[in-house]
């Protein structure tokens, strides 16, 4: 099977620059909103190369920008759920992140006009201290998930899990399909290729190269980026440097890397990729 015949999924994790910080929400009041700006770019970029995505929307931003997500389905997006707060699943207790996560549900079916399928979770962080939100999922209606990444990062990760899309079974909760992070298998080590400031930081042509070698072997990747990585004027605010560092790396080269990348290969919204109804 060729490059050119695979059809890749193409996510945004729809959430302002400062969610990605790992501030406490109280730390939010006062922070420059920018959300509508990065929306904008994104928008003209995917309208121009003819290409749909999923749009993983937090609840929060939803709740402020409602035209913003009723826009985003307009064109024909996927809308799916990034979770109400941005609050780390393995932070939370099954009770709250059922809560926040049937709450969001709610308002972006509302919205969309969209059944909502499928999640993500702020961080990718399903790890194996939070497997137990996949049950919750299922129950709350999700098709399928795109958070465990198989990797190993201080924030999330769980290394060894299957690097395909595969289906997970929760018992008398049924059945939810698991589509990782896209990793590229190089010397026996995952290597994170899928997006955000792995697409910023590493050579183009280091994505590119690892996207062509997945898609020869028939496989489907997975891409992920975030409305501010188009805004590199965002705001610049003292965080720990480990978050700098990747937060805040090579923005100028988001935009043109991704008219590239679009060029390049063939994307879909992720339900559509797994063919979910």
């Not at 990747?246 to 008219?259: D, G, K």
Request: charged residues 20%; neutral net charge; proline residues 7%.
């Amino acid at each position: 099977m060729t490059p050119q015949r695979v059809t890749n999924a193409l996510t945004v994790d729809f959430e302002d620059w400062y969610h990605g910080l790992e501030i406490a929400p109280s730390g939010w009041t006062g922070l420059e909103d920018r959300i509508e700006l990065g929306a904008r770019r994104l928008l003209d970029l995917l309208h121009e190369k003819r290409v749909r995505a999923t749009f993983f929307v937090l609840g929060i931003l939803a709740e402020k920008h409602p035209q913003l997500v009723r826009e985003i389905a307009a064109a024909g997006h996927e809308i799916g759920t990034h979770g109400w707060s941005h609050t780390m699943v393995y932070r939370m207790t099954p009770e709250a992140f059922s809560a926040e996560l049937r709450r969001s549900i709610d308002l972006l079916e509302e919205l969309s006009g969209q059944r909502i399928v499928g999640h993500r979770a702020p961080f990718f962080s399903i790890t194996r201290r939070s497997l137990w939100a996949l049950e919750i999922l299922v129950q709350c209606g999700i098709r399928y998930d795109s958070s465990i990444f198989p990797v190993l990062n201080y924030r999330y990760g769980i290394e060894d899990a299957p690097r395909w899309p595969y289906p997970i079974d929760n018992g008398t909760a049924g059945t939810l399909t698991e589509f990782p992070i896209t990793t590229w298998r190089v010397f026996g080590r995952n290597i994170p290729v899928a997006g955000g400031a792995y697409f910023r930081i590493l050579p183009y042509a280091f994505t590119r190269t690892a996207y062509r070698a997945i898609n020869r072997t028939g496989h489907h990747a997975v891409f992920y980026i975030h409305p501010w990585e188009l805004d590199p004027e965002h705001p610049r605010i003292p965080v720990p440097r480990r978050i700098a560092a990747t937060h805040y790396a090579n923005l100028h080269v988001t935009e043109p890397r991704m008219r590239r990348l679009l060029t390049d290969f063939a994307f879909a919204p992720m339900k559509d990729v797994l063919g979910i109804d």
